[in-house]
């Protein structure tokens, strides 16, 4: 028997009961749309956070404070008052330092910030006018914070659109109108362009405002909680990591490094991380959508079995008239492969469509990997070689006399 003569006589057996069908199709429809969907998040959200961290700034080192050893146990990164004005400055001025472009000393925290009977609690950051540069701050109205402002300590502030919005309402220019930073008044010289930030780091809920205004008249702090330094270019990053080391280390007056109460942070380091922790995700996701691809087959494998019983006094007939076992196998095996396959294709279109929908409802990008499609059919090509197999043989192995006489 011809190998079309196989298929055309495969999808007309398939047929003949078009919900039974239907049904068998349904779970490899399921499982294939579930694992490119998943999947798609996965990789969409890992894309969105890679998006986000690029954003700060290229080429970014960051320099936060160590707690202090005590008692054996050494404080959080981020946990420690060891950073000063006068370390970004040395940074900036040093000779030994020749891998840095630009240094951006910041101190950040979080209060509640209010405007009439409005109120949101957000991150206030006091900053340099090179904090834009670094952090590649576009303004949508008004100016950024300049050094005389600094110089002065004035009381004036740049606000994040997700501020604007939360205490002014939508579409509102809030330049030249004030607000009150831990119950003191400050005047609105500009806002930021949108980058679309969500969660991780928000760059939109930021309020930022002269560092020596946040140090001295905010939260009387002499500390930084971090500084932001602009590498010359990727190659030369760890360099600069270990040149910015050693320099602290000196002016700390530390001679081991393992004592030292700053700890510097790559962007790299932390886009391999979040690389990693995605990718991990994405993973357990697509394991957990294979699970119903692997009821799916299970399911197709019973209706072949039905299909099996149902035919037994074809099957006998045909091999009484001398058809092969390998002929039987073949049948058998081609109509299982068709409910895969009609399944994948169907299942491959819902889950590019319910990957769409999930990206228009968030702020995540649409992405489709070609992989997860290739894949996909791959999977289906298995699951009806596999869960066809069994009853394949088994109507291969009916013995024609006992076929015939099957009621």
């Known amino acids: 028997m011809e190998y079309t003569e196989i298929v055309t006589e495969a999808i007309s057996t398939l047929t003949v009961n078009k919900l039974r069908t239907g049904l068998a199709t349904l779970g490899i429809v399921i499982g294939i749309g579930s694992v ?42 981020g946990g420690g008052t060891t950073l000063t004005l006068e370390d970004a400055e040395a940074i900036q001025k040093s000779s030994q330092i020749t891998t840095i472009n630009k240094v951006s000393p910041e101190y950040s925290s979080r209060t509640q910030v209010t405007t009439g009977r409005t109120n949101t609690n957000t991150q206030v950051i006091g900053v340099t006018p090179v904090y834009a540069e670094i952090r590649k701050v576009q303004m949508d109205l008004g100016n950024f914070i300049n050094e005389a402002q600094i110089n002065s300590m004035a ?36 806002v930021t362009a949108s ?40 190659d ?15 002016r700390h007056k530390l001679s081991d490094p393992a004592d030292k109460d700053f700890s510097i942070f790559n962007q790299q380091d932390l886009l391999n991380t979040v690389n990693q922790t995605t990718g991990t995700f994405t993973t357990l996701l697509a394991g957990v ?31 009484a008239l001398g058809a092969k076992k390998k002929v039987i196998i073949t049948q058998f095996l081609v109509e299982s492969i068709i409910l895969t396959f009609v399944g994948g294709i169907i299942g491959t279109g819902v889950g590019i469509l319910a990957s769409y929908i999930i990206s228009s409802f968030t702020s995540f990008p649409f ?24 009853p394949a043989q088994k109507a291969a192995n009916l013995q024609p006399i006992e076929a015939l006489r099957y009621e």
Do not use: C
């Open 36 to 77: 490119i969907a998943l999947i798609s998040l996965g990789q969409a959200s890992a894309q969105a956070i890679q998006s986000q961290i690029q954003s700060l700034g290229s080429n970014l080192l960051t320099v936060q404070p160590s707690g202090q050893n005590q008692g054996g146990v050494r404080g959080a990164a």
């Open 155 to 190: 009381k004036v502030a740049v606000l994040g659109p997700t501020v604007v919005e939360n205490l002014f309402g939508e579409n509102a220019n809030p330049i030249g109108q004030t607000i009150r930073i831990s119950g003191q008044t400050f005047t609105i010289i500009g």
């Open 195 to 234: 980058r679309g930030g969500t969660g991780f780091q928000n760059q939109d809920d930021i309020v930022w405002v002269p560092i020596s205004t946040a140090q001295k008249q905010l939260f009387g702090a002499s500390h930084v909680t971090s500084i932001a330094l602009e590498a010359k270019s990727a």
């Open 236 to 250: 030369v990053m760890v360099d600069a990591q270990n040149q910015v080391g050693y320099l602290l280390l000196a």
């Open 289 to 319: 959508a294979a699970i119903s691809l692997l009821v799916g087959g299970i399911g197709i494998m019973n209706i072949m079995l039905v299909t099996v019983t149902e035919r037994t006094r074809e099957i006998g007939l045909r091999k």
């Open 367 to 390: 992405v489709i990997s070609p992989d997860s499609i290739i894949l996909a059919f791959a999977v289906s090509a298995a699951i009806g070689i596999l869960f066809g197999w069994y």
